[in-house]
């Protein structure tokens, strides 16, 4: 082999390092600002995340860096609490909580349900407190509205997608209620770990299999850049809201978010930069578990991003800039009529609360 063909050889093989670098230096960057993207505007959202079809394995560490589904040819905060973002209104549910009862033989002083909270803050997980109210002889939300209770439950979720509670977290969420149910006298009724260890870990495997996105590129032709003008014109005519994040999203009658409108580039969408701002192109996301009726929510979500193709003379394509065609998409509608047939046969709703609360 001549010393020419060599240093083509050599060359070639630098130019695809590159190429691949370069993907993976945008898939990167993609997923963080997809997990930036749902980080709020949902009623039940603690924390949240993310990243559009080949089905990705989901990472067991952290399933907020996760499955995308490409459309390719191949695949509330808590009310009246303080002292952390994890502490979440709603009450316990034992499919996806670690539930323990505190009973005391008179009132529960507020001030230790204060520092409890704040201790168990420090644990970075989930958490959700309950009173049994004696005049509706039923469960109640803990608030600060003056109530007063002989009995709270406190429930550590056992799954997010920052992943499964462990085995240390467990044991000082357990050693923080007992503790402060002996400074009060009262009993704290403590399950046994190793099962809500399995099932925390049961759990988090199934929200790996459906916790994905879908995401539709629109993306300009060669040499050619869309308008932050021209976008932002088109989102308002479609109805989509501008959050102050930067990102349009389409929201239900509820004020719920079923899709987002989201720059390729690393700029956002802010409305002191978007008059002059260009960008190669724009992706419409849809975080699956968190909207009920997806498969519709989908098919609006393709009708606009093939109206914005339309628009700024742009194509449907996915992240290689390959263009989508029927048959790709329909391989996305039956992956997602999949994943909502196994949500529902498991009782976690896309979209209620229970799909609200894990998927964040």
Not at 7 to 15: A, E, K
Not at 147 to 161: F, G, I, K
Not at 285 to 311: E, H, I, K
Request: charged content about 25%; glycine content about 10%.
């Amino acid at each position: 082999m001549s010393d020419l063909q060599i240093g083509l050889l050599m060359l070639g093989v630098v130019v695809v390092a590159g190429v691949l670098a370069f993907n993976w230096h945008q898939e990167r960057q993609f997923r963080r600002r997809a997990e930036q993207t749902f980080a709020g505007g949902h009623d039940d959202i603690l924390f949240e995340r993310r990243a559009t079809v080949a089905t990705a394995t989901p990472s067991p560490q952290d399933r907020r860096d996760e499955t995308r589904i490409e459309p390719q040819m191949n695949a509330p905060g808590a009310e009246g609490i303080g002292g952390g973002l994890q502490l979440q209104s709603g009450l316990p549910q034992p499919e996806i909580d670690y539930i323990v009862e505190i009973r005391a033989g008179e009132i529960i002083p507020a001030e230790q349900l204060a520092q409890l909270r704040q201790t168990l803050a420090t644990l970075g997980r989930i958490i959700n407190f309950s009173g049994f109210d004696f005049r509706l002889k039923s469960w109640q939300r803990l608030g600060l509205d003056g109530a007063r209770y002989t009995s709270v439950r406190v429930a550590l979720q056992l799954v997010d997608r920052s992943g499964p509670v462990n085995g240390e977290q467990l044991q000082r969420f357990g050693d923080a209620v007992r503790t402060a149910a002996r400074e009060i006298a009262a009993i704290a009724e403590l399950p046994e770990f190793a099962p809500a260890l399995e099932q925390a870990a049961d759990l988090d495997r199934f929200c790996g299999e459906v916790d994905v996105m879908v995401g539709i590129n629109v993306v300009a032709r060669t040499g050619q850049v869309f308008h932050g003008t021209k976008i932002r014109s088109l989102a308002e005519a479609a109805g989509l809201h501008l959050q102050p994040g930067g990102v349009f999203h389409c929201l239900d009658d509820q004020g719920r978010t079923l899709f987002s409108l989201d720059n390729q580039s690393p700029e956002r969408f802010l409305t002191d930069k978007i008059r002059s701002m260009t960008t190669p192109g724009i992706t419409f996301l849809l975080d699956v578990p968190r909207v009920s009726d997806g498969l519709r929510a989908f098919d609006r979500m393709l009708a606009m991003g093939r109206s914005f193709a339309d628009s700024l003379d742009g194509m449907l394509a996915d992240d290689n800039r390959v263009p989508l065609d029927d048959a790709g998409l329909e391989k996305i509608r039956a992956q997602l009529h999949a994943i909502y047939g196994a949500m529902e046969q498991r009782g976690i709703h896309a979209g209620g609360p229970l799909a609200l609360r894990l998927f964040s």
